[in-house]
C-alpha cells in the first residue's frame, strides 16, 4: 500500500509538471537542435532564419519569433528593411494515449508524427487505442525563413519590412529566457 501511494505521488508530481511546461523564450537554440532560433549567413545581407517552439508555443509566436531575428540581424548589419524571399511553417503533431488503460494493450504510449497535417514518420506502439483510452495530440511549430536585407527606403511590396519598426511592434511580445 505504502508503495502504491508513493507511486501515485511521483505520477502526480510528474503530470503536474509536465503541464507547466511554459512557451519557448526567445533566445539562441542550443546545438543540439533544441527549441529557440539559429540563423545562417549565407552571404552579406541574405541570411536564413529558423525558430523551433515547444509544445506551449503558439504558431504566431514561432512566426513573429523569426520575423523579430530577422528585423535584429538586418539592423545590426546596418541594413534597413528586409524582404522575405521564402518563408514555411512545419508542424510535428505528437498523439498519445491517455487515459485508464482499460482496453489498451502493448508497450504504452504511441506516437505519430505529422507535418502539415499529413503522417511524416513515427509509428503508433501498442496494439490499439480503443473507445477506453483517450488520444490527445500535442502540437510544436517550427518557423523558417529566407531574408535579404537592404538599405534606402522600403520597397511598397507586401513581403518587405522597415527593420526598425518590426523591431519595436514585437518588442513586448518577446519572452526573455528565463535565468
Known sequence: MMRTSIRSAVVCVIAGLAGCVSPTPYAPA????????????????KYRIVFRG??????????????????????????????VVDADVEV?????????????????????????GGFYSGAFYGSAFTASARTQERRRYWAAARIEARNGEKPDLPNAYDARA???????????PRP
Request: proline content about 4%; aromatic content about 14%.
Open 92 to 116: 510535428l503533431s505528437e498523439f498519445r494515449s491517455v487515459g485508464t488503460g482499460v482496453g489498451v494493450s502493448g508497450f504504452g504510449p504511441g506516437y505519430a508524427y505529422s507535418r502539415r
Open 30 to 45: 542550443q546545438e543540439d537542435g533544441g527549441y529557440g532560433y539559429s540563423d545562417f549567413r549565407i552571404e552579406p545581407g
Open 54 to 83: 515547444n509544445t506551449s508555443t503558439s504558431r504566431e509566436r514561432v512566426e513573429n519569433y523569426v520575423c523579430y531575428r530577422a528585423a535584429e540581424l538586418a539592423v545590426l548589419d546596418g541594413f534597413d528593411y528586409f524582404v
Open 166 to 176: 518590426v523591431l519595436e511592434a514585437l518588442r513586448d511580445d518577446v519572452l526573455p
